[in-house]
């Protein structure tokens, strides 16, 4: 029995792999790890797959200085978008028309450090109509919020909070200097200890390593993160990471692999930047990748819902919640 195999197995029999035996999967025959990562998928979440879509819901003029980002305003880049926090209506407007195409799951990103009492206040009036007027599930992505309004937000109707880690610990300040890694921690456990649960993953292609992924999706797995995205860095111009090289599709491949590897039940969830890979994520939601973002993201155009949708009834998936 070769390595995958027997890693498989262990999972199998409700065992984690160490950080030690997922780096000898970096190097594994492809075609064998996706495989063996398409079973693991199955035998833990069967053939469900968890879509979700993103509401650009305060946008520009960021503080905060992360080298990918379009709306950081330390760099020159196209997006010259900037507006406060949407209102009410037209947070419902965008809940509703994602609940009529069969979306469940609906998440409000707003831009800056963190919201403000009174903006979180507003968001949360908004929460309650979409949760009063359309069936779908909120998530919401505001920043390093504190346990208090977090508390706020689940009480409003919000089911999940996303804070991505980005990349693993040891990196991070090569991505970001404006806020530190356990600022991100401390805001993931603040959501938990909330009642929220908490999605997190990071971007490929920064300049991490592939140690530098696995150690991310352990301190994920450490906090108990079972939704985990997985972001295609789009290189912006302008940007300092204008010039990094896109990963290819292979290399998403194993990465989403390894990651199902070291999370056997989680929501594998292909992100920003699906649309750079040829075929829009098809390899990768048969390598182990059971959930994805669809339509736009937050400054680049992302793939139709409608697309997606019928992607997945090719594949054998079935649209509906994974809960943890």
């Given at each position: 029995?070769?390595?995958?195999?027997?890693?498989?197995?262990?999972?199998?029999?409700?065992?984690?792999?160490?950080?030690?035996e997922a780096l000898t999967l970096v190097d594994a025959p492809l075609d064998q790890l996706t495989q063996a990562?398409?079973?693991?998928?199955?035998?833990?979440?069967?053939?469900?797959?968890?879509?979700?879509?993103?509401?650009?819901?305060?946008?520009?003029?960021?503080?905060?200085?992360?080298?990918?980002?379009?709306?950081?305003?330390?760099?020159?880049?196209?997006?010259?978008?900037?507006?406060?926090?949407?209102?009410?209506?037209?947070?419902?407007?965008?809940?509703?028309?994602?609940?009529?195409?069969?979306?469940?799951?609906?998440?409000?990103?707003?831009?800056?450090?963190?919201?403000?009492?009174?903006?979180?206040?507003?968001?949360?009036?908004?929460?309650?109509?979409?949760?009063?007027?359309?069936?779908?599930?909120?998530?919401?992505?505001?920043?390093?919020?504190?346990?208090?309004?977090?508390?706020?937000?689940?009480?409003?109707?919000?089911?999940?909070?996303?804070?991505?880690?980005?990349?693993?610990?040891?990196?991070?300040?090569?991505?970001?200097?404006?806020?530190?890694?356990?600022?991100?921690?401390?805001?993931?456990?603040?959501?938990?200890?909330?009642?929220?649960?908490?999605?997190?993953?990071?971007?490929?292609?920064?300049?991490?390593?592939?140690?530098?992924?696995?150690?991310?999706?352990?301190?994920?797995?450490?906090?108990?993160?079972?939704?985990?995205?997985?972001?295609?860095?789009?290189?912006?111009?302008?940007?300092?990471?204008?010039?990094?090289?896109?990963?290819?599709?292979?290399?998403?491949?194993?990465?989403?692999?390894?990651?199902?590897?070291?999370?056997?039940?989680?929501?594998?969830?292909?992100?920003?930047?699906?649309?750079?890979?040829?075929?829009?994520?098809?390899?990768?939601f048969q390598s182990g990748a059971n959930a994805a973002i669809s339509g736009d993201m937050l400054t680049t155009?992302?793939?139709?819902?409608?697309?997606?949708?019928?992607?997945?009834?090719?594949?054998?998936?079935?649209?509906?919640?994974?809960d943890e």
């Amino acid at each position: 029995m070769n390595t995958i195999q027997q890693l498989k197995e262990k999972i199998f029999s409700n065992a984690v792999i160490t950080r030690e035996e997922a780096l000898t999967l970096v190097d594994a025959p492809l075609d064998q790890l996706t495989q063996a990562a398409d079973e693991i998928r199955e035998h833990f979440n069967g053939n469900t797959f968890d879509i979700c879509t993103i509401i650009n819901g305060k946008c520009g003029r960021c503080s905060e200085d992360c080298k990918y980002c379009a709306q950081s305003a330390h760099y020159h880049t196209t997006c010259q978008d900037s507006y406060p926090l949407l209102d009410t209506e037209s947070l419902l407007e965008g809940a509703r028309h994602n609940d009529e195409q069969g979306v469940l799951r609906y998440s409000i990103v707003t831009s800056g450090k963190r919201l403000s009492d009174k903006e979180v206040d507003q968001v949360c009036e908004s929460i309650r109509e979409i949760r009063r007027q359309t069936n779908i599930q909120v998530c919401v992505s505001f920043g390093l919020l504190n346990e208090e309004q977090f508390k706020k937000i689940k009480e409003a109707g919000a089911s999940r909070v996303h804070c991505n880690l980005e990349s693993s610990r040891n990196y991070f300040p090569q991505v970001c200097t404006t806020h530190t890694y356990e600022e991100k921690i401390e805001t993931l456990k603040a959501a938990r200890r909330a009642g929220l649960s908490i999605c997190s993953g990071g971007i490929m292609g920064l300049g991490e390593t592939m140690e530098d992924r696995i150690d991310m999706v352990l301190t994920a797995r450490e906090l108990g993160v079972k939704s985990i995205p997985v972001n295609l860095l789009n290189p912006i111009p302008g940007t300092p990471y204008e010039n990094n090289r896109v990963l290819t599709n292979d290399e998403l491949c194993r990465i989403t692999a390894i990651f199902r590897f070291l999370i056997p039940d989680g929501m594998i969830r292909l992100a920003g930047g699906r649309g750079l890979l040829g075929d829009k994520g098809k390899a990768c939601f048969q390598s182990g990748a059971n959930a994805a973002i669809s339509g736009d993201m937050l400054t680049t155009a992302g793939i139709t819902v409608q697309t997606d949708l019928q992607l997945l009834n090719e594949l054998g998936y079935e649209v509906k919640l994974i809960d943890e």
